[in-house]
């Protein structure tokens, strides 16, 4: 059916079905070594490989993890690394049934021409690098680009981040990896909800076109969207009741019912308000897996009660089980708070 399938194909279906197994979702952990340490300053820490490495171990031996997560996102850094007593840390995921994935884009930079918007680098040796990540044992990857409402989006910045978006797909695809597609939205902004989903719904119209173009598997992806929220500054709050109605009439218009599962970013909500309004979205059955990709809202918590001391490890696992265990029930529609 397909114009030119890759030899991956039956293997990426497979994969992308795992991740999006109900009453599971994805730990993002995957900042930069820049972002991580920001993280690791609020709580005091330099950002040296060694904390990284300690953090990091801490995340992904919380016992029991695999119940909740399906997947973890892994900076390039923790692909190749061991936790502190010397266990390969894909090994660890993979012993707790959970599969590993890779960041693979190498951030944003500004994009001439648009309107102080920014596009993501990465397509230059993505092939060869995403075959070793392979080898290495990631089997799913990660491009996050940006979209901003106050700055535009200018006509270019969403062309550029839908085609740069749909190259990464079919580089990911053709190296055995299923591409998390990642066109976020940015919550900044005094707009309503209104204009997120007038947006939003440009956005994704344009990353099917060239997804469909680029002749990518759609069986064979993942979505990583932003919910449809108001702007971070708008007076104006949503309920979460409102926030599905949005982002699901937004899902129903744009995303076909081949796409196996569509994993949400927190993008800076509370850890609670995340969970609700993915529970608000899965209150009624959904033609894909409705799930979390969350990085803040299964980490905050977690990274504060941890705090950089080794005698609160276990607090802060049990924080971060807490949180991945209210988002596995509200994968489920269940959550009660
Ligand atoms: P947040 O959930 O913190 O937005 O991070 C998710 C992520 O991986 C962004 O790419």
């Not at 340490?37 to 695999?66: C, D, F, H, M, P």
């Not at 500054?233 to 196996?260: F, G, M, N, W």
Request: aromatic residues 8%.
């Amino acid at each position: 059916l397909t114009v030119r399938a890759s030899s991956y194909a039956d293997e990426l279906v497979k994969t992308a079905k795992t991740v999006a197994s109900p009453g599971r979702g994805i730990l993002a952990m995957d900042e930069s070594n820049a972002t991580c340490g920001k993280r690791l300053a609020s709580i005091g820490l330099e950002n040296t490989e060694a904390n990284r490495q300690a953090y990091r171990t801490l995340l992904v031996s919380a016992l029991g993890l695999g119940n909740y997560i399906s997947g973890a996102i892994l900076f390039e850094e923790t692909l190749y690394q061991s936790t502190i007593d010397g266990k390969k840390i894909v090994d660890v995921l993979l012993e707790q049934g959970i599969v590993p994935g890779i960041k693979v884009d190498k951030g944003l930079v500004p994009l001439a021409g648009s309107n102080d918007e920014s596009w993501c680098q990465g397509l230059d040796g993505l092939a060869s690098r995403s075959a070793a990540y392979y080898q290495q044992g990631a089997r799913f990857a990660k491009w996050r680009t940006v979209v901003s409402i106050p700055n535009g989006p200018s006509a270019l910045a969403v062309k550029e981040a839908a085609w740069g978006l749909a190259r990464y797909a079919a580089i990911s695809q053709d190296n055995g990896l299923v591409p998390i597609v990642e066109p976020e939205i940015l919550l900044d902004g005094e707009h309503g909800i209104d204009r997120t989903f007038e947006v939003a719904q440009k956005v994704w119209a344009e990353v099917f076109f060239y997804l469909a173009e680029n002749n990518v598997l759609f069986e064979g992806i993942l979505l990583k969207p932003s919910m449809v929220t108001p702007g971070a500054d708008c007076k104006e709050r949503a309920t979460p009741e409102q926030v599905a109605t949005y982002t699901l009439s937004l899902l129903h218009r744009r995303i076909p019912p081949a796409v196996p599962g569509i994993m949400f970013l927190s993008g800076g909500q509370s850890e609670v308000e995340a969970t609700l309004n993915l529970n608000a979205m899965n209150q009624s059955p959904n033609p894909w897996h409705v799930s979390f990709s969350y990085a803040r809202a299964l980490q905050n918590t977690c990274l504060k009660t941890w705090g950089g001391r080794p005698e609160n490890v276990k607090a802060a696992q049990d924080a971060l089980l807490l949180r991945a265990s209210a988002n596995s029930l509200a994968q489920l529609g269940k959550y009660t708070g």
